[in-house]
DNA sequence: TAGGCCATCTGGTCCT
DNA sequence: AGGACCAGATGGCCTA
């Protein structure tokens, strides 16, 4: 179990972080803020030679990065919100067992990729999908209903599938 | 303690 | 022009 606290913690921190910024008039120490910061700054001093084209002053460009900062941790929310629905809907995965980003990504491809190859083995290679595709007005080249998928790849797959299940399990 | 996973920050690039 | 997206960097937490 991940502390789930921390993200939060963190972002109190920064927030606290970037209202002491405001509040300190004397834009460009950013010094004081963290051990990062001291560091990127210290690194990216060659890089952060800027073009004096910016219209901002120090104090916009940190409200700016304040912003943006904001909307990325947003979506990152909505991304990790997906995941966490992605998970969802894998079956077999023990709730407490949370399942790793990657984890989450293969499972779901090989799940549905055995799903695939048993909607192909039970209607004989012709969905409805497939046929309205092929006879109507825009054939769609991508998808997985495209892809050639034999009775051994459909094995394969439902055997990997139950494969990863195991694991996961047994890694818990 | 090393390694995995994660959240966050950041600057660059793409898109609308 | 500004927001969305992306990838790299960083540091914290947890586990073997």
Known sequence: MKAK?????????????????????????????SRRKEKRNKESHKAMARPAKLPWSSKDRRLRRLESNERERQRMHKLNNAFQALREVIPHVR???????????????????SLTSTILRMSSGHLPALEEASSGSKPKPHGPFHQPCGEEESAEQ?????AQIRSSQQGS
Not at 9 to 16: H, L, M
């Open 95 to 113: 709730a407490e067992n949370k399942l790793s980003k990657i984890e989450t990504l293969t499972l779901a491809k090989n799940y549905i990729k």
């Open 5 to 33: 606290s921390k993200g939060a913690k963190r972002r109190c921190a920064v927030a606290e972080d970037a209202f002491h910024q405001a509040q300190t008039p004397d834009g460009d120490d950013l010094l004081k803020c």
């Open 158 to 162: 439902l055997h990997k599938y139950a």
